[in-house]
């Protein structure tokens, strides 16, 4: 232990006597500890962007779907697959014993949406029964959700996501309003707390109506979806096997045939986010590994500057009792605190980045704007990034520039620990 | 030679340095340079020592090999009965930093540190703490009359203070052997005889002395004077008439 404080000392010593040297050849570190943290950063928010996002599916949720959500094996053959429609729903909800709700969805972009001369071109209209909204935590902001008798008349009423809400009515005064959709009167009865994040806005951007309603407004030709509720993650494998057994006999399908359905669930979307995460660790690795090559060969090269210089003091040291351990000792220290120095200013770096994300965007976006490059009005949500660098990172961070300090040191380390004395001592 | 070979009065005491037939030499490319030839001498416990010598005569190859700084390419060097060429690297620091003391001509101070934390240094590499390296350093520093300037750097020191923290340096470890190459090459006559009253006082105490010199005046203060030539003893003889520094420093080592 005293050993080690004995071969720091020295190395704060020599670097003390070349600051602007020592910080100059950490830049590469700097920059590599940048990249580590920022990325480990941004995989950090990505992550609990997406548990947040995709909590909103519910983890015990099925959705019975013509298509398979994972997209992948013939596409074109799953394109040919009958639709599932609102008979078969029926068939479905009857037959299917141990889920908790099965609910029918069935949804149409590209709609008009307008309250007297607000208008909303493209968002969602979302044909549901009564039950979504008990499948889905059962609470509106504002209002109610519709009943199920308004649901089987399939009354005039509608239902509205927080952010249809804040474009139509900006007062919040949307319920007993009634606004058009693609020309037919609805009464707004209830909004939707806001459940949708950065990555998936769209549950914010619909209007749900009766599902009988959006069957008379755009007719029965698109295929809808059976959500199917487990009532618990543990159920959800049970349920499956059920819901495919079931799917197949409302289908009639013989053994031998082949699902003409995909049952999707939220881990589908584990792929798109394993994808987004590779990409990011990607790019991070490759720029944090070209960083840390220049950042160690700099190093490197300045220890050996170190050892050349100081080759009179290494004699010296040798000549009072040094062995060669205690020199290898005291320039690997040195190679290791410029790395850590190297890595403090990174995560200085990367915390004041972190801390003014926000401010750092808008004024991007202000200045891109400046040179008519992007909307002055753009916004970006960066919620999903935290305002700290979690301690894990940082911890990754100092081991990342401990081994660095190692790597780039060791061989001029080895040099200095091997100089003969004598001649170190004639130097200069 | 043989006659010239200067016996020791008690022969049955064991030598601290035993060299036999040490050669040093060095190949530059095609060529071979011999440092030190055939070299065989004995020093016992608290001789006072001067290897004099024509400039190249292989003078301070002989005080390195000597100090385990350096190895003899042949032949056998025993310290304190031990074969320094079978040693490692570790017993050879340790013998660096436990048993010789070394004073160079250019003095040798670290020039970014305190001429207290120069003094520290060997105590560093020997394991002591903190507080009792300090307590050491500045014992030793006030012997050689630098109580007063011990927080100074080594340039704001004159050469005569300079090399007394040198000497202060060889000492703190209390090692029995001071070996000092040209100590007072770069220093004027009178700096020149206060440090060696330094030496004189040490080896009153005790300590085995051997300074390496050009000058006459200052090889008369030794017991015994060792001449080399072409990287061969040429003469080594006791000194009759050992001149006794005047300025005799008083010393108050522990
Ligand atoms: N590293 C080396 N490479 C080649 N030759 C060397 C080396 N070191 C010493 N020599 C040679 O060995 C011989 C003895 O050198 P040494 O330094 O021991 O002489 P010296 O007696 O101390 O001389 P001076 O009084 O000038 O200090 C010289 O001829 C020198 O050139
Ligand atoms: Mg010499």
């Given at each position: 232990?005293?050993?080690?404080?004995e071969?720091?000392?020295?190395?704060?010593?020599?670097?003390?006597?070349?600051?602007?040297?020592?910080?100059?050849?950490?830049?590469?570190?700097?920059?590599?500890?940048?990249?580590?943290?920022?990325?480990?950063?941004?995989?950090?928010?990505?992550?609990?962007?997406?548990t947040?996002?995709?909590?909103?599916?519910?983890?015990d949720?099925?959705?019975?779907?013509?298509?398979?959500?994972?997209?992948?094996?013939?596409?074109?053959?799953?394109?040919n697959?009958?639709?599932?429609?609102?008979?078969?729903?029926?068939?479905?909800?009857e037959?299917?014993?141990?889920?908790?709700?099965?609910?029918?969805?069935?949804?149409?972009?590209?709609?008009?949406?307008?309250?007297?001369?607000?208008?909303?071109?493209?968002?969602?209209?979302?044909?549901?029964?009564?039950?979504?909204?008990?499948?889905?935590?059962g609470?509106?902001?504002?209002?109610?959700?519709?009943?199920?008798t308004e649901?089987?008349?399939g009354?005039?009423v509608?239902?509205?996501?927080?952010?249809?809400?804040?474009?139509?009515?900006?007062?919040?005064?949307?319920?007993?309003?009634?606004?058009?959709i693609?020309?037919?009167?609805?009464?707004?009865?209830?909004v939707?707390?806001?459940?949708?994040?950065?990555?998936?806005?769209?549950?914010?951007?619909?209007?749900?109506?009766?599902?009988?309603?959006?069957?008379?407004?755009?007719?029965?030709?698109?295929?809808?979806t059976?959500?199917?509720?487990?009532?618990?993650?543990?159920r959800?494998?049970?349920?499956?096997?059920?819901?495919?057994?079931?799917?197949?006999?409302?289908?009639?399908?013989?053994?031998?045939?082949?699902?003409?359905?995909?049952?999707?669930?939220?881990?589908?979307?584990?792929?798109?986010?394993?994808?987004?995460?590779?990409?990011?660790?990607?790019?991070?690795?490759?720029?944090?590994?070209?960083?840390?090559?220049?950042?160690?060969?700099?190093i490197?090269?300045?220890?050996?500057v170190?050892?050349?210089?100081?080759?009179?003091?290494?004699?010296?040291?040798?000549?009072?009792?040094?062995?060669?351990?205690?020199?290898l000792?005291?320039?690997?220290?040195?190679?290791?605190?410029?790395?850590?120095i190297?890595?403090?200013?990174?995560?200085?770096?990367?915390?004041?980045?972190?801390?003014?994300k926000?401010?750092?965007?808008?004024g991007?976006?202000?200045?891109?704007?400046?040179?008519?490059?992007?909307?002055?009005?753009?916004t970006?949500?960066?919620?999903?990034?935290?305002?700290?660098?979690?301690?894990t990172?940082?911890?990754?961070?100092?081991?990342?520039?401990?081994?660095?300090?190692?790597?780039?040191?060791?061989?001029p380390?080895?040099?200095?620990?091997?100089?003969?004395?004598?001649?170190?001592?004639?130097?200069? | 030679?043989?006659?010239?070979?200067?016996?020791?009065?008690?022969?049955?005491?064991?030598?601290?340095?035993?060299?036999?037939?040490?050669?040093?030499?060095?190949?530059?490319g095609?060529?071979?340079?011999y440092?030190?030839?055939?070299?065989?001498l004995?020093?016992?416990?608290?001789?006072?020592?001067?290897?004099?010598?024509?400039?190249?005569?292989?003078?301070?190859?002989?005080?390195?090999?000597?100090?385990?700084?350096?190895?003899?390419?042949?032949?056998?060097?025993?310290?304190?009965?031990?074969?320094?060429?079978?040693?490692?690297?570790g017993?050879?620091?340790?013998?660096?930093?436990?048993?010789?003391?070394?004073?160079?001509?250019?003095?040798?101070?670290?020039?970014?540190?305190?001429?207290?934390?120069?003094?520290e240094?060997?105590?560093?590499?020997?394991?002591?703490?903190?507080?009792?390296r300090?307590?050491?350093?500045?014992?030793?520093l006030?012997?050689?009359?630098?109580?007063?300037?011990?927080?100074?750097?080594?340039?704001?020191l004159?050469?005569?203070?300079?090399?007394r923290?040198?000497?202060?340096?060889a000492?703190?470890?209390?090692?029995?052997i001071?070996?000092a190459?040209?100590?007072?090459g770069?220093?004027?006559?009178?700096?020149?005889?206060?440090?060696?009253?330094?030496?004189?006082?040490?080896?009153?105490?005790?300590?085995?002395?051997?300074?390496?010199?050009?000058?006459e005046?200052?090889?008369?203060?030794?017991?015994?004077?060792?001449?080399?030539?072409?990287?061969?003893?040429?003469?080594?003889?006791?000194?009759?008439?050992?001149?006794?520094?005047?300025?005799?420093?008083?010393?108050?080592l522990?």
């Amino acid at each position: 232990m005293t050993r080690i404080v004995e071969s720091i000392r020295p190395a704060f010593v020599a670097l003390a006597a070349n600051k602007m040297r020592a910080v100059l050849t950490t830049l590469g570190v700097v920059i590599g500890i940048f990249f580590v943290l920022l990325m480990g950063w941004v995989l950090n928010g990505l992550d609990s962007a997406f548990t947040q996002s995709f909590a909103f599916f519910g983890d015990d949720i099925l959705y019975i779907d013509k298509f398979n959500w994972s997209g992948g094996e013939d596409w074109y053959a799953q394109r040919n697959r009958p639709k599932i429609d609102f008979r078969q729903y029926g068939m479905f909800k009857e037959r299917m014993r141990g889920a908790e709700f099965v609910v029918p969805t069935i949804d149409r972009f590209s709609t008009n949406v307008r309250h007297e001369n607000l208008q909303l071109q493209g968002s969602m209209i979302f044909g549901t029964t009564a039950e979504y909204i008990d499948m889905y935590s059962g609470i509106t902001a504002e209002g109610r959700f519709f009943t199920e008798t308004e649901a089987e008349l399939g009354a005039n009423v509608v239902v509205l996501g927080q952010k249809v809400n804040e474009n139509l009515f900006p007062q919040g005064d949307a319920l007993g309003k009634t606004l058009k959709i693609d020309g037919q009167p609805f009464t707004v009865i209830g909004v939707l707390p806001k459940r949708g994040t950065m990555l998936i806005d769209f549950v914010d951007n619909m209007s749900l109506i009766p599902i009988k309603r959006f069957f008379g407004l755009y007719g029965s030709r698109s295929s809808l979806t059976i959500n199917v509720k487990a009532g618990g993650k543990e159920r959800l494998d049970d349920v499956k096997y059920e819901a495919i057994g079931v799917m197949r006999s409302v289908r009639s399908l013989k053994p031998g045939d082949d699902d003409n359905f995909g049952i999707n669930s939220q881990e589908m979307f584990s792929q798109f986010i394993d994808i987004t995460r590779g990409v990011v660790w990607g790019i991070g690795l490759f720029m944090t590994g070209l960083a840390f090559l220049v950042g160690s060969i700099g190093i490197m090269n300045i220890m050996f500057v170190s050892v050349a210089e100081r080759t009179r003091e290494i004699g010296v040291r040798k000549a009072v009792g040094a062995t060669q351990s205690r020199i290898l000792l005291q320039f690997l220290f040195e190679s290791i605190i410029l790395s850590l120095i190297g890595a403090a200013i990174g995560l200085i770096l990367t915390s004041t980045i972190a801390a003014f994300k926000d401010q750092i965007v808008s004024g991007v976006i202000a200045l891109l704007s400046l040179v008519g490059l992007a909307e002055g009005d753009t916004t970006v949500n960066l919620s999903f990034l935290s305002s700290t660098i979690p301690l894990t990172q940082v911890v990754v961070a100092v081991v990342v520039a401990v081994i660095v300090g190692i790597l780039a040191g060791i061989i001029p380390a080895f040099r200095a620990a091997r100089l003969n004395p004598v001649e170190a001592l004639r130097a200069e | 030679m043989s006659e010239s070979r200067y016996q020791p009065e008690v022969s049955s005491v064991n030598p601290v340095l035993q060299l036999e037939n040490v050669a040093r030499l060095y190949s530059m490319g095609d060529e071979t340079i011999y440092a030190l030839r055939d070299v065989s001498l004995s020093i016992h416990q608290n001789e006072y020592v001067a290897f004099m010598g024509p400039s190249g005569s292989g003078k301070s190859t002989l005080m390195n090999i000597i100090g385990c700084l350096d190895t003899p390419t042949s032949g056998s060097y025993l310290f304190e009965g031990e074969q320094v060429s079978s040693m490692n690297d570790g017993e050879l620091a340790e013998i660096r930093n436990r048993k010789i003391g070394f004073v160079f001509q250019t003095f040798n101070l670290l020039p970014r540190i305190t001429a207290l934390q120069n003094v520290e240094l060997p105590l560093v590499y020997s394991g002591i703490s903190r507080g009792e390296r300090y307590k050491r350093a500045e014992e030793v520093l006030t012997s050689v009359g630098l109580a007063d300037r011990m927080e100074h750097r080594p340039n704001e020191l004159s050469g005569g203070q300079r090399q007394r923290v040198a000497i202060a340096r060889a000492l703190v470890t209390r090692p029995s052997i001071i070996l000092a190459d040209e100590p007072t090459g770069n220093l004027d006559t009178k700096t020149g005889n206060e440090i060696m009253g330094l030496f004189e006082a040490l080896w009153k105490k005790g300590n085995t002395i051997i300074v390496v010199t050009h000058e006459e005046d200052i090889a008369a203060h030794a017991a015994r004077i060792i001449r080399l030539r072409d990287g061969n003893i040429e003469q080594d003889v006791l000194n009759p008439n050992r001149h006794i520094p005047e300025t005799l420093t008083k010393l108050d080592l522990p």
